[in-house]
RNA sequence: GUGGCUGUAGCUCAGUCGGUAGAGUACAGGAUUGUGAUUCCUGUUGUCGCGGGUUCGAUCCCCGUCAGCCACCCCA
């Protein structure tokens, strides 16, 4: 028997449907906030996240699934969004629309990383992204949206929201100084991952959960101590917009992040539900990027969620109705087979989700059927019925049943649904 | 990449101190020749994850491997 790759997996049934109120949500949401969808490839070239989200980062360094097409050029499968959405933004000359860019994707991500609970090497993220605007309110606009993805999930209870700025390219070197020479006073203490961290990204050891490092790591300076006035007035804005907004956040001085691309503003949606993972949203600033990537010098900033994270989050609350059925029809070979077949595609042309049992078994078995399926109504028609040109409807739910005219059936059913 | 645990019927799991397996559930048929639940009867299904070793004999012991889960790491 074949088995399916390592990390990756297969979706149907309940969670499958889950996946699909969320999706739809997702859609519905970012609509409201006039954000457009964008289809991206799902393979680009390596130099494209290489140069996007930084050649020393975990991610590029030993997690992508890269690999050298026919004709030698090193293509990978995509590990996260943002990177290749700034790639086609610049190559499609996007920044000469007018007005800033509001996009938004949905789609798979690839990261060779061992698996655990809510972490697979396909993985789906929904993210967006806005460019061509620079100023603190977009900045709580987005963390707005991320919290109102949350909201209308109905899983805010679950998720909890943190910010943090993490300087640029301007103060963010002093405070790296700084960093690097508290904790080299305090080098005996660090474990040996932070060892490492000290002068590649000193930032990444405030991130560390060893208790040694922690310890040390509570009274080390902080990024927004050390802010240039530049990003130390973005930042209150930022949070007077939120306050404005009543997003409930906490400002998290501990928080760094994991892509080299990243200025000022970060923010992440936590929740404690899902064993170790505990981002399901994350975002921030990245006013370098797109001019990183050939592009005019633009402001940007996004976020992405996992919407396998997600989904588990949903399925906590555990309210989807297995229901999608409308109408079962019963029905029995040589009688009244074809009187169901017409019967039901006449009922679908009007919006009503009808099925039946297709190899016509005895009533009782159908009515399982119909039962299994949480038919909110089932239609029989037997010899009787057949003979008369009836139909008896049966309401499910109250057990009651009427004799219909064939020809009526339909018009009785809508008539129903609506009142119900 | 590192570590721990796990792998038996479609699903949940039991079991054999080493002698090639069983329960519940699900599914199919019937009791019930026109009505959903329950009940009762009958029936089907397994390369006991895969490969190798030890043994007269391995699903059980040993080694390897693959996959899953959990944690580290990383991240959404």
């Known amino acids: 028997m074949y088995q399916k790759v390592k990390g990756f997996r297969d979706i149907y049934g309940l969670e499958a449907r889950y996946w699909n109120k969320v999706e739809k949500v997702f859609r519905q949401t970012f609509r409201t906030f006039n954000f457009e969808e964008f289809y991206l490839p799902v393979l680009e070239k390596t130099e494209v996240f290489n140069r996007g989200i930084g050649s020393t980062t975990d991610i590029v360094e030993k997690e992508m699934f890269a690999f050298d097409d026919r ?33 938004y994707y949905i789609g798979p991500m690839f990261r060779r990383e061992r698996p655990q609970k809510g972490r697979f090497r396909q993985f789906t993220q929904a993210g967006i992204e806005v460019f061509g605007s620079g100023g603190p309110s977009i900045d709580a606009d987005v963390i707005y949206l991320l919290y109102k993805l949350a909201e209308n999930l109905g899983i805010k209870d679950y998720v909890s929201m943190e910010i943090n700025s993490i300087g640029c390219p301007s103060c963010r070197p002093a405070y790296n100084e700084k960093l690097i020479e508290y904790f080299k006073a305090n080098i005996d203490h660090l474990c040996g991952d932070c060892l490492r961290r000290l002068d590649k990204n000193p930032m990444r050891i405030l991130d560390c959960k060893n208790e040694s490092c922690k310890k040390i ?32 956040y906490k400002v998290n001085p501990m928080m760094v992040r994991g892509l080299d ?160």
């Open 217 to 248: 790591t509570a009274d080390a300076p902080k990024a927004v101590d050390y802010l240039c006035d530049e990003c130390k007035d973005h930042f209150e804005g930022v949070k007077s917009y939120l306050d404005a907004l009543s997003v409930p």
């Open 71 to 103: 004709d030698g050029t090193s293509v990978s499968l995509r590990p996260e969004g943002t990177a290749s959405l700034v790639r086609a933004y610049v190559e499609n000359k996007l920044f000469s629309t007018p007005g800033i860019s509001k996009y």
């Open 261 to 420: 691309y990243y200025v000022r503003t970060a923010f992440e949606m936590i929740t404690d539900k899902l064993g170790s993972q505990s981002a399901v949203g994350a975002g921030g600033r990245y006013d370098g990027l797109i001019q990183l990537l050939g592009g005019p010098d633009t402001a940007g900033i996004g976020f992405a969620v996992g919407i396998d994270r997600l989904v588990s989050l949903c399925m906590l609350n555990e309210t989807e109705k297995e229901n999608d059925l409308d109408v079962f029809i019963i029905s029995f070979k040589d009688v009244s087979d074809k009187t169901a077949l017409k019967l039901a595609n006449e009922m679908r042309s009007q919006g009503i989700s009808v099925d039946m049992d297709y190899d016509f078994r005895k009533m009782k078995k159908q009515f399982s059927l119909a039962d299994r399926y949480g038919a909110l109504f089932t239609v029989v028609i037997g010899e009787d019925e057949a003979a008369k040109n009836t139909a008896a409807v049966k309401d499910m739910q109250a057990g009651t049943q009427e004799e219909i005219e064939t020809a009526k059936v339909t018009a009785y059913i809508i008539d129903k649904l609506r009142r119900n």
